[in-house]
């Protein structure tokens, strides 16, 4: 190949960067203008009179990660299984000792009380 073939490519680049600045350049032109009314917090009709932004105990963060992990774990069961399908006693080892994983990772956490709210 010769770097002539690479010119469409070259133009498509530097015109994703043209249209890309000009959107960025005109909604910088065009924005609403700063309305410190609309920053307050309102909800049902009534404004706020404690504050608004409150902290959440690490316990919320905790389960919400450890519910992602598990999650996303899990997930991948069913693409394990169907990728080695084919596979036979392996794949039922290999399928195994995923699961066996998870499940000795969630009671470890069980047991440290990541799981309770206090």
Avoid: C
């Amino acid at each position: 190949m010769r770097l002539w073939d690479y010119l469409p490519i070259l133009i498509f680049m530097i015109v994703g960067l043209i249209v890309g600045g000009a959107i960025l350049g005109l909604s910088k032109i065009v924005r609403p203008k700063h309305n410190p009314v609309k920053d307050l917090p309102y909800e049902s009709g009534i404004l706020a009179t404690t504050p608004v932004r409150q902290r959440f105990s690490i316990s919320f963060y905790l389960t919400a990660m450890l519910f992602i992990v598990f999650d996303i774990e899990l997930a991948f069961v069913y693409p394990i299984a169907v990728t080695l399908r084919d596979r036979g006693i392996t794949a039922l080892i290999v399928m195994l000792s995923f699961v066996v994983t998870v499940v000795v990772a969630l009671i470890y956490i069980w047991r440290k009380g990541a799981l309770e709210w206090r």
